[in-house]
Every structure is written in C-alpha cells, then in structure tokens.
C-alpha cells in the first residue's frame, strides 16, 4: 500500500471549489465574453447581469486559478485559455465542462444514493433538455477526435466495407473509418435529435454520399441489415446486463454472415479497481442510469457469446474508455 498522508487527502476533498469556480465561468459564458477585450466586474455585470459583489468575487477567483487576467481592475481571458474555453473555434473543450456541470448536480446526491435513500429520478438521455443534449454530444466529439484515429487502426477495418455505428453521435468515429477506408460506406443509427447534429457535421466534411443516416432508438428499433462491421462505442456502460444482451442480440441480426461486432467502453479487471476511470466512471453511471456501469472482459464476452457471437477476443484493455472487444458473427 502506497505511503498516505494527511494533505493529499485534504487537497483531494477541497479540490470540489476550484472545480465549481470554473464550471459557474462556464456556465455564465465568460471565457467568450472576456476573450475579445478587457472588462471590469461592474461590466460584466451589465451584460449578464446578477450580483455584482459575488461576480467580482468569482472573478477574482477566476483570475487566482489562471483563467482570466486582471489588470487595472479589468478582467480578460488570456489567448492562451480563450481557444478552449470560449464557445468557438475546433479546439473548444467547453462543451465537456458544461456537460461536467450537469454531472455536478446529479452527483450531490450520491451520499443518498450509497444510504438507499429515494434518489432523484435519472431523466433517461432522450429527455435531456436540448442545451444539455447539445452539450454532451459535443463533449463527445471533444473526448473522441484525438482518439478516433487510433482507434480505428487498432480496430483494422480492413476488407470491410459496409460499417454500421451503432449510436454514433455526430459522426465522429464514422468520419474516421471513413478516411481510413476509402471504399468503405457507413450507417450511422441514433436518435432523430442527434441525426441533425450528424447531418450537419459529415455534411461540412463532405461525406454524407458515404454515409446513411438512421434515425432511431436502439432499446425499441431494430438496426439497419446488412452490414459487415458494426461499432458499438462508449454505449455497453450506459445498460443494465439485460440491456447489453438485447442490443447485442439486434446488432447481430443487423450484420451478414461472417461479419464482426467491435465493442469500445472501459473494460475493467476482474477486481473492478482498474482502470482507475473505469472505476471512477462505474459511479458516474450509478448516478446516472437505472443499471449501467462499467465491465469486465468476460462479463461483455459472456454477453456476447449469449446473443451467438463467436472467436470473441480483447483487442486492448485500454485506460481511457478505449478497450476494445471484438466477436464474429457465425
């Protein structure tokens, strides 16, 4: 066991104040507002209004934790912040500490959870307002575009030509194969909300003659048929087993003889204590869901092989969602 001591500890259990102070600056905007010039709190105040003395405080904080500068009693965020935290350009992460945001809430109530306690109900994701909806497809594509690539050449398409992405957001991962497999055509499946976000994006890469784009919900609709390669990505974590086992079942009615189901999500040792984020994640899914969590090789093999799937193997046991499990189809 590793040497403890008492301030870690204590670090690890304020470290929740610095971690609000920035999602409230997200949440009101200010990385955008205070990128193109200097403004003092009595401004800001102006433009979105509230309580000025808890604003200057904020800012200040703000400032403290090097997100913002302040100079002669003006505030601006740095051009060395502004690219990730503004609400513009391709390397914006602040989809993803929005989408952290709306996790603050749900996990305030984990205490209650762990007691048996009456929980609050978990909305499922197709009765997320359309703003949060918004912000976590982008934290999506945030967290997937430096994966992706690699993720593609570990999965080795190959000889394989029609892909169906099961759930695939706004296209990331199908942009990929995509580029990876100049013949290859894909179907991308999910809900009518999230094709409009797909449609808009491969359409400014201009790969929509590529690709289909399925509406639809996977947990009531069948799958598209007639497909060699389907991509089950960052899905098996949001189900319960039995949830599992049922998609895994329509995606292999979905595929031609021969062909093979590729699974990414964490996959978890058989104590469940690493990877650290899958762990970690297992208790964002208990706040989240009715039955998710994270798995084990042989729990998602298990699964597999129940819905008829065969020569199912580990690809990678990754460390950040992207293990990999891939199973044939007889």
């Not at 062909?259 to 690493?274: F, L």
Request: aromatic share 6%.
């Amino acid at each position: 066991m590793n040497q403890v001591s008492p301030q870690p500890i204590l670090s690890l259990a304020r470290n929740f104040m610095e971690s609000r102070i920035l999602l409230t600056g997200a949440e009101l905007n200010l990385f955008t507002l205070l990128a193109p010039t200097p403004l003092s709190a009595q401004e800001v105040a102006g433009r979105i209004g509230g309580d000025w003395r808890a604003l200057s405080i904020l800012l200040d904080g703000l400032a403290a934790m090097d997100f913002l500068v302040k100079e002669e009693g003006k505030y601006q965020c740095p051009s060395s912040v502004s690219p990730f935290l503004s609400d513009h350009g391709p390397r914006s992460i602040l989809p993803m500490v929005l989408h952290m945001a709306h996790l603050w809430r749900r996990w305030s109530g984990l205490t209650d959870v762990v007691q048996g306690l009456k929980a609050e109900e978990k909305p499922s994701a197709s009765m997320r307002n359309p703003d949060a909806l918004r912000s976590f497809i982008g934290a999506m594509h945030v967290i997937a575009t430096p994966l992706a690539s690699r993720i593609v050449a570990a999965v080795n398409p190959g000889a394989s030509k029609f892909l169906l992405d099961v759930g695939g957001a706004s296209g990331t991962y199908v942009l990929a194969f995509l580029q990876a497999s100049p013949e290859m055509k894909a179907t991308l499946f999910d809900r009518p909300e999230v094709i409009a976000m797909a449609r808009q994006r491969l359409g400014k890469e201009g790969v929509l003659d590529r690709v289909t784009l399925a509406p639809g919900d996977f947990y009531k609709d069948e799958l598209p048929s007639g497909h060699d390669l389907a991509f089950v990505s960052a899905i098996i974590h949001q189900n319960s087993p039995a949830q599992n086992l049922d998609l895994f079942a329509k995606v292999f009615r979905s595929l031609t003889s021969g062909s093979r189901i590729v699974i990414r999500d964490h996959i978890m040792a058989p104590d469940r204590t690493s990877p650290k984020d899958g762990a970690v994640f297992a208790v964002n899914m208990l706040m989240g869901t009715a039955g998710g969590g994270t798995y084990t090789y042989d729990e998602i093999k298990e699964g597999l092989n129940q819905a008829g799937f065969i020569r199912v193997r580990l690809l990678q046991q990754g460390e950040r969602m992207d293990g990999l499990v891939e199973g044939f189809k007889p």
